[in-house]
């Protein structure tokens, strides 16, 4: 939830006063950015599509009905033009005749998934190396998830809420993520390496 300084900047952009956009930005763009980053995979893309995001923001920060609501709602434009942006980029990849390291072409239902048993669970830290290594390897709504998760500190209710999907759907997106995760680590021995590198 927004704190007051947020709840009255966004009371003034409304009022009319739209240079406080600007400081309702600064605010919000490293995580923004961060999300992106992760998502993406590429610090150049993400900044662009930090920009669009922003700047639909602004152009729609006056429909916002709740303004209590801000970060689910920023959140939500962040991820839909992050989607936007990898479905071009998987257009012109699919143009090409290629295909992502699991053989899809990057869009791919999402089985049931049970909880995973996470025996190598470690402190949120080494758990967050851990994907990094391996979070383009993922499908795009399992990686969103994840990042959303682990970086942005979500809770899977406001997961939810950002992504318009159950909550159930939520955490079989997370647990199927880190499963397949779990397989690409295995399969390179970078468990143990980055295991060592974080004692």
């Given at each position: 939830m927004p704190d007051n300084t947020e709840l009255e900047l966004i009371a003034r952009f409304?009022?009319?006063?739209?240079?406080?956009?600007?400081?309702?930005?600064?605010m919000w763009y490293e995580k923004?950015?961060?999300?992106?980053?992760?998502?993406?995979?590429?610090?150049?893309?993400?900044?662009?599509?930090?920009?669009?995001?922003?700047?639909?923001?602004?152009?729609?920060?006056?429909?916002?009905?709740?303004?209590?609501?801000?970060?689910?709602?920023?959140?939500?434009?962040?991820n839909n033009c992050a989607i936007d942006h990898m479905r071009n980029r998987k257009a012109s990849f699919r143009g090409n005749g290629k295909q992502y390291p699991d053989g899809s072409d990057g869009i791919s239902?999402?089985?049931?998934?049970?909880?995973?048993?996470?025996?190598?669970?470690?402190?949120?830290?080494?758990?967050?190396?851990?994907?990094?290594k391996t979070l383009?390897?993922?499908?795009?709504?399992?990686?969103?998830?994840?990042?959303?998760?682990?970086?942005?500190?979500?809770?899977?209710?406001?997961?939810?809420?950002?992504l318009n999907i159950p909550v159930n759907t939520v955490k079989t997106r997370m647990y199927t993520g880190l499963r397949a995760i779990k397989e690409v680590l295995n399969k390179n021995r970078l468990i143990e390496e980055i295991l060592r590198n974080a004692m």
């Open positions: 409304k009022r009319g006063d739209l240079s406080v956009f600007n400081a309702l930005t600064r923004i950015l961060g999300l992106l980053y992760r998502v993406l995979g590429d610090i150049d893309e993400a900044e662009d599509v930090c920009q669009k995001t922003f700047i639909t923001a602004y152009f729609r920060l006056h429909q916002l009905k709740e303004d209590d609501k801000f970060p689910t709602w920023l959140y939500r434009i962040a239902e999402l089985a049931e998934a049970e909880p995973v048993d996470l025996e190598w669970r470690i402190d949120g830290t080494a758990l967050r190396r851990l994907c990094e383009g390897s993922i499908p795009d709504e399992q990686r969103v998830v994840i990042v959303m998760k682990l970086y942005q500190d979500l809770k899977f209710t406001e997961i939810a809420e950002v």
